[in-house]
């Protein structure tokens, strides 16, 4: 058996009103008055000053606003590098991802491409990276995916939705100043909440479970039971565990795999464009046969804080539609290993599978 030997982020500061730190934690990163740093920030803060007015731009420094109404492509990033390419006579000397998991993942993947050849969708899989990418830092502005300390960025090519899975693509640096959060809309709050609170539950029930997972899955689900079900926290305790949920949900996840609702709602994502917490929950709803606590905890969670779930999104598909969703999920073997076993095959048939997709 040879272990992975796995990278992590090599800087961290946690803190409410860390992100003013921002400008004196890169400024030595800088190569020379030429060489820019890229600010990726989500287009939700334009004009908003907790976040534009704290960056301090110099030189050829640059701000790219990005939306994030859609899940990153691999056009989208092939196009921010051209054009930041086209912009400066240097090359960065680092892009800033600021905003959710849309964000920090087209930063790392911008950040990967502007060193290495071709296109983005050439890098889908699994260690195909050759160079290492440039510095790149996260700053995420909503909790829960753990994007900001995976090895991932997820996009969608033309041809599948894959992440960049490389020893390059986690953060050089990280900024978890949880006070970033604050104009979360509730309903978005607790669909990439939940994201964290099903990489716990698939972790935790997946057969690659190990102490390394186990010991950082049962702190982010501690953490999400008393974020989600309890009333004890203060809005700024409850912001600051959330953070730190999904940094321990993303580590859980690091060391082994998600399960069934990830590779089901990643199926909706490719064809619907069904965001990936959304997703996640939408999945999740229906899974009671594989995940029956974690299901029951769910449904708790979502009456509690009444939110709705988008229902009927299946009705009108027809055959050619869901087998294109079944197609995608069971490509993720990982996935099915992780949450069935290596007999997964003879359990997950694709009839299952359709008739699950019909509930949604
Ligand atoms: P998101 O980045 O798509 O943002 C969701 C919404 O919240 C957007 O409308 C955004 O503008 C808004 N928003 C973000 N911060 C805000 C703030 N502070 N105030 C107000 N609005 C704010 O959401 P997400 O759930 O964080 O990320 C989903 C993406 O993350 C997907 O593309 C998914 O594939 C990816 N993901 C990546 C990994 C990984 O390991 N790389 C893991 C899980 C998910
Ligand atoms: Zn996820």
Redo the contacts with the bound molecule.
């Keep these: 058996m040879s272990y992975k030997n796995y990278p992590m982020v090599s800087r961290i500061v946690f803190g409410r009103g860390s992100f003013n730190q921002l400008g004196d934690i890169i400024a030595p990163k800088r190569l020379n008055v030429k060489a820019p740093f890229i600010f990726l920030v989500?287009?939700?803060?334009k004009g908003n000053p907790?976040i534009t007015s704290r960056l301090s731009l110099a030189y050829e420094d640059q701000l790219l606003f990005v939306?994030?109404?859609e899940?990153?492509k691999t056009s989208q990033v092939d196009e921010l590098v051209e054009q930041i390419i086209l912009n400066h006579k240097d090359r960065p000397s680092g892009i800033i991802g600021i905003?959710?998991?849309?964000?920090?993942?087209l930063a790392?993947a911008v950040a990967i491409m502007l060193t290495n050849e071709g296109e983005a969708k050439n890098y889908q899989g699994w260690d195909l990276v050759k160079n290492p990418a440039i510095y790149h830092v996260g700053v995420?502005?909503?909790?829960?995916?753990?994007?900001e300390?995976?090895?991932?960025?997820?996009l969608t090519g033309p041809e599948r939705?894959l992440?960049i899975n490389s020893d390059f693509?986690p953060f050089d640096q990280v900024i978890l100043d949880p006070e970033?959060?604050?104009?979360?809309?509730k309903d978005?709050w607790f669909?990439?909440g939940m994201?964290c609170f099903v990489?716990c539950i698939e972790s935790l029930n997946g057969t690659y479970l190990n102490a390394f997972s186990q010991s950082y899955g049962e702190k982010a689900l501690e953490l999400c039971k008393e974020i989600f079900l309890e009333d004890s926290l203060s809005i700024e305790d409850s912001q600051d565990k959330l953070m730190m949920a999904s940094w321990h949900g993303?580590m859980s996840i690091a060391y082994s795999q998600v399960g069934v609702a990830h590779a089901m709602s990643y199926g909706l994502?490719y064809l619907l464009g069904i965001?990936?917490?959304i997703g996640n929950c939408i999945v999740f709803e229906h899974l009671e046969d594989y995940y029956p606590e974690g299901v029951a905890m769910y449904k708790a969670m979502r009456k509690k804080h009444n939110i709705s779930i988008p229902q009927g999104i299946c009705e009108h598909l027809g055959d050619d539609e869901f087998d294109i969703m079944i197609d995608v999920a069971l490509s993720l073997t990982p996935l099915w290993e992780n949450a069935i076993g290596d007999n997964w095959e003879e359990i997950i048939t694709r009839d299952k599978l359709k008739a699950l997709y019909q509930k949604m």
């Design positions: 989500d287009d939700v803060f907790l939306s994030a109404k899940e990153p905003g959710g998991g849309t964000v920090m993942d790392k995420p502005t909503i909790s829960g995916t753990g994007a300390v995976s090895r991932t960025t997820i939705k992440g693509t970033l959060t604050v104009d979360v809309p978005q669909y990439t994201d990489h993303g994502g965001k990936h917490g």
